[in-house]
């Protein structure tokens, strides 16, 4: 499946911002999804998670409650609405897809990634 995330930009803390993922190519529905962010110097960490129905997500300690995640598998998309956004949230988005329906908080089970999206939130 390719993957094509959208959305990001320069905010100032408090606001919010909503990421797409676009699905293209296998059935979307088939796919756990992930979001995970990368900062400049760190490692590439877990954002959140939805399960092939939807009906099961998780989340990082450090959005939870600000972040959801979401998909429609009519539209093959995946989102994630970010309200409360920290400095700290800075960081380049990845969207990515686990062809098992499974969410997982590691990378390495996921096959395919976005190319990712830039969020900077201003102090």
């Known amino acids: 499946v390719q993957l094509q995330a959208s959305g990001g930009g320069l905010v100032q803390a408090g606001a919010s911002l909503r990421l797409s993922c676009a699905a293209s190519?296998?059935?979307?529905?088939?796919?756990?999804m992930g979001w995970f962010r990368q900062a400049p110097g760190k490692d590439r960490e877990f954002v959140a998670g939805?399960?092939?129905?939807?009906?099961?997500?998780y989340y990082a300690d450090s959005v939870k409650g600000r972040f959801t995640i979401s998909r429609d598998n009519a539209k093959n998309t995946v989102y994630l609405q970010m309200n409360s956004l920290k400095p700290e949230d800075t960081a380049v988005y990845y969207c990515?897809?686990?062809?098992?329906?499974?969410?997982?908080?590691?990378?390495?089970?996921?096959?395919?990634w976005g190319q990712g999206t830039q969020v900077t939130v201003s102090s």
């Open positions: 990515a897809a686990a062809g098992d329906g499974i969410i997982y908080v590691i990378p390495a089970p996921y096959n395919s």
């Open positions: 190519g296998r059935t979307f529905s088939n796919y756990g």
């Open positions: 939805v399960n092939w129905s939807g009906g099961r997500t």
